[in-house]
């Protein structure tokens, strides 16, 4: 079955600067990648996704990369905030089928030092 | 988000009770989907219903049950709690969309069993 790899557990980075989350995942019929934010005392939510014919995908501050040769995706957040304090998870899912699930990686607590 | 809901909240119970734990959904989705978030191993899938009658075990269905009882409902049971069951356990709802599915997810149960 599919297994997802996320580095780093922990991330702290001064205000302003960029972060990055990398995961790896090892069934190469995966073509979903969902990356969700989780705010202290609430549930994940997706934050920003992207699909196996894309190589990038850019939203505002944050922006996805996939590399489906080395089967690795990385979330990119730049000009870092205090609000992008959070845990942060990606995930990996085959989809289309009635049988797919969201796998998901071990978490990245990122905290933005002021 | 308000229009997945979860209760209780917190729950602290001792071991060798039964207790349920309940989600509810507005959003009309047909899938529903039970989480355990524990620290370092991100999101595990106990289980998950495609729709009402369809019930399939995750990775980690072993001393839980649950119950779809309406489109809009989905329980999680623990039969006989024990202590290596404590974690905090999210539900979430996704739409058969026949492409990659967005989980919207509750705001979580923290379990506590002593």
């Known amino acids: 079955g599919e297994n997802v790899e996320q580095h780093p557990s922990t991330l702290s980075v001064q205000e302003g600067d960029s972060a990055v989350i990398k995961c790896t995942y090892s069934?190469?019929?995966?073509?979903?990648f969902p990356w969700y934010k989780q705010e202290l005392g609430k549930g994940p939510q997706l934050i920003i996704d992207?699909?196996?014919?894309?190589g990038e995908k850019k939203d505002q501050r944050i922006a996805v990369t996939l590399n489906k040769t080395a089967k690795h995706f990385s979330l990119h957040i730049t000009e870092t905030q205090p609000e992008d304090s959070a845990v942060y998870f990606c995930?990996?899912?085959?989809?289309?089928?009635?049988?797919?699930?969201?796998?998901f990686g071990s978490g990245t607590r990122l905290s933005i030092r002021p | 988000d308000a229009d997945v809901t979860q209760t209780p909240r917190n729950r602290i119970t001792k071991t060798g009770k039964r207790i349920m734990l309940e989600c509810s959904q507005t959003?009309?989705?047909?899938?529903m989907y039970w989480y355990r978030q524990d620290p370092g191993l991100g999101l595990r899938l106990i289980y998950y219903?495609?729709?009402?009658?369809?019930?399939n075990k995750g990775e980690i269905s072993d001393g839980y049950s649950v119950s779809r009882q309406a489109q809009a409902k989905f329980s999680l049971s623990l039969e006989s709690a024990i202590p290596n069951q404590t974690a905090l356990y999210f539900c979430?709802?996704?739409?058969?969309?026949?492409?990659?599915?967005?989980?919207?997810f509750g705001p979580g149960t923290r379990l506590l069993v002593l």
């Open positions: 979430a709802t996704s739409q058969n969309s026949g492409s990659q599915e967005t989980q919207y």
């Open positions: 069934d190469s019929a995966s073509n979903y």
């Open positions: 992207i699909r196996s014919n894309v």
């Open positions: 995930a990996a899912s085959t989809g289309y089928s009635s049988a797919s699930k969201i796998i």
């Open positions: 959003k009309g989705h047909d899938r």
């Open positions: 219903s495609f729709d009402v009658k369809d019930i």
